[in-house]
């Protein structure tokens, strides 16, 4: 009873926040941002202490080395922590705008506003940068968060929330102190008692693998917007400029293969594959990545892996819906354009997926027909991203289709109202 009594006082106070956010102006958001960058920096050896035992946490929890990665703070990502939130601060505000207005025939003018959305839980594993990112988004379109790091990042996150805080307040004595938390405990039983309170908490955002997204998503009483994971695709198609298509194969996987819009998937049409397979694996050998493959594509692939690091094997049926976050790779000739989506719908994930061709009437065909997030004609998947988006920054990637879709930013953390203004207007 205590954990859920702890939960509803947590909720119930940013429920509070988020209504005293709603009267500091954007001048003064900026500047508590602005101030709150400057206090991580002037943290930093604090910080670097703080994770020093969450690493040790994460040593004693064997953690892989990705993950030690993702959990270690140093001085320049303390820098780079601020220098995001300076970014976050240079945007344009959000809340307000004037999205549509209507004149009725009685003289009712209806005005669709941009409001803040109001508590945010965000849900996520190991990156202590989260913490300072997701704040300040919420922040600026005056959304209060409760953050919920990993167990290996408690103490990191804490601290950091600390100097968001309290740098906040240096500037705005009128700061709500509670328009940022972090949930206390690492008992699992926290999440779902946290958002089963209907009455406080308006969104789940979880980032992470996806059993951390399923876990939430299926004990969720509340709104949640999620991907599940990215399972991307390249397809090259018969009319495709075979360099070209090799450029972008190369910078879907390898570019930064951990991360959600990084192709997972090759799919060659037949015309084409004896000529650009080859090449392309001879490319993809530099980077000894493994692949799993149809017979047709393996039969191509394996002569040139002789004598590299590259590895390969026939693919079975969860290969293709695996997302590998790895230098591994699926490969697969298909008989043409249709095949191609079919295979896309029956095992991607709706992230991101892209087409290599100079048929215009088979790129347009596959931008209309490839029901995903995203979707490219002669460009990586890796441009599935906030900041590529010239959103400024991100809060993460949805594949959901009622709500936010694709890459979010400030805009997809608002709501909107409708306010109508009268001169006495009765309903007949």
């Given at each position: 009873?205590?954990?859920?009594?702890?939960?509803?006082?947590?909720?119930?106070?940013?429920?509070?926040?988020?209504?005293?956010?709603?009267?500091?102006?954007?001048?003064?958001?900026?500047?508590?941002?602005?101030?709150?960058?400057?206090?991580?920096?002037?943290?930093?050896?604090?910080?670097?202490?703080?994770?020093?035992?969450?690493?040790?946490?994460?040593?004693?929890?064997?953690?892989?080395?990705?993950?030690?990665?993702?959990?270690?703070?140093?001085?320049?990502?303390?820098?780079?922590?601020?220098?995001?939130?300076?970014?976050?601060?240079?945007?344009?505000?959000?809340?307000?705008?004037?999205?549509?207005?209507?004149?009725?025939?009685?003289?009712?003018?209806?005005?669709?506003?941009?409001?803040?959305?109001?508590?945010?839980?965000?849900?996520?594993?190991?990156?202590?940068?989260?913490?300072?990112?997701?704040?300040?988004?919420?922040?600026?379109?005056?959304?209060?968060?409760?953050?919920?790091?990993?167990?290996?990042?408690?103490?990191?996150?804490?601290?950091?929330?600390?100097?968001?805080?309290?740098?906040?307040?240096?500037?705005?004595?009128?700061?709500?102190?509670?328009?940022?938390?972090?949930?206390?405990?690492?008992?699992?039983?926290?999440?779902?008692?946290?958002?089963?309170?209907?009455?406080?908490?308006?969104?789940?955002?979880?980032?992470?693998?996806?059993?951390?997204?399923?876990?939430?998503?299926?004990?969720?009483?509340?709104?949640?917007?999620?991907?599940?994971?990215?399972?991307?695709?390249?397809?090259?198609?018969?009319?495709?400029?075979?360099?070209?298509?090799?450029?972008?194969?190369?910078?879907?996987?390898?570019?930064?293969?951990?991360?959600?819009?990084?192709?997972e998937t090759l799919l060659v049409d037949?015309?084409?594959?004896?000529?650009?397979?080859?090449?392309?694996?001879?490319?993809?050998?530099?980077?000894?990545?493994?692949?799993?493959?149809?017979?047709?594509?393996?039969?191509?692939?394996?002569?040139?892996?002789?004598?590299?690091?590259?590895?390969?094997?026939?693919?079975?049926?969860?290969?293709?819906?695996?997302?590998?976050?790895?230098?591994?790779?699926?490969?697969?000739?298909?008989?043409?354009?249709?095949?191609?989506?079919?295979?896309?719908?029956?095992?991607?994930?709706?992230?991101?997926?892209?087409?290599?061709?100079?048929?215009?009437?088979a790129a347009e065909r596959f931008l209309?027909?490839?029901?995903?997030?995203?979707?490219?004609?002669?460009?990586?998947?890796?441009?599935?991203?906030?900041?590529?988006?010239?959103?400024?920054?991100?809060?993460?990637?949805?594949?959901?289709?009622?709500?936010?879709?694709?890459?979010?930013?400030?805009?997809?953390?608002?709501?909107?109202?409708?306010?109508?203004?009268?001169?006495?207007?009765?309903r007949a």
């Open positions: 009873m205590a954990l859920i009594d702890d939960m509803t006082e947590l909720a119930r106070r940013a429920k509070a926040a988020s209504r005293e956010l709603a009267k500091v102006s954007a001048t003064d958001k900026d500047r508590c941002l602005r101030a709150m960058a400057d206090g991580l920096v002037a943290a930093t050896p604090r910080l670097i202490e703080a994770n020093a035992r969450d690493l040790e946490v994460g040593r004693g929890l064997g953690l892989s080395g990705a993950m030690m990665d993702r959990l270690a703070l140093d001085a320049g990502r303390i820098a780079a922590m601020a220098r995001g939130l300076r970014e976050v601060a240079a945007l344009p505000d959000v809340l307000g705008r004037v999205l549509d207005t209507r004149r009725r025939p009685n003289g009712l003018v209806l005005r669709k506003v941009s409001t803040p959305i109001g508590v945010v839980v965000i849900i996520y594993e190991s990156r202590p940068n989260v913490t300072a990112d997701a704040a300040s988004l919420c922040f600026k379109t005056g959304n209060a968060t409760i953050l919920r790091g990993g167990k290996e990042a408690l103490n990191s996150n804490r601290l950091i929330a600390e100097v968001l805080i309290a740098s906040a307040r240096a500037v705005l004595p009128g700061f709500p102190e509670h328009a940022i938390q972090v949930v206390p405990t690492s008992d699992r039983e926290a999440i779902p008692a946290l958002l089963s309170l209907t009455q406080y908490v308006d969104l789940c955002m979880p980032r992470g693998g996806e059993g951390l997204i399923r876990a939430v998503a299926e004990c969720s009483k509340v709104p949640v917007i999620k991907h599940y994971k990215g399972v991307c695709h390249v397809y090259v198609h018969t009319a495709a400029d075979l360099a070209m298509a090799e450029e972008i194969v190369f910078n879907a996987k390898c570019q930064r293969p951990s991360t959600c819009n990084a192709a037949r015309p084409v594959a004896e000529a650009f397979l080859p090449r392309m694996v001879t490319r993809l050998a530099t980077k000894a990545v493994q692949f799993h493959a149809d017979a047709e594509a393996l039969a191509s692939i394996v002569p040139v892996l002789e004598g590299t690091a590259g590895r390969a094997r026939v693919a079975d049926s969860m290969d293709w819906e695996t997302e590998y976050n790895d230098y591994v790779l699926n490969v697969a000739v298909v008989d043409g354009l249709d095949a191609a989506i079919t295979h896309i719908h029956r095992h991607g994930s709706g992230h991101s997926d892209a087409i290599v061709t100079a048929d215009a009437a209309a027909e490839v029901d995903s997030a995203a979707v490219y004609w002669n460009a990586s998947t890796r441009f599935t991203d906030g900041g590529e988006y010239g959103m400024g920054a991100e809060i993460g990637i949805s594949t959901d289709k009622i709500g936010a879709r694709g890459p979010m930013g400030l805009e997809e953390l608002c709501s909107y109202k409708w306010q109508g203004i009268g001169s006495g207007q009765v």
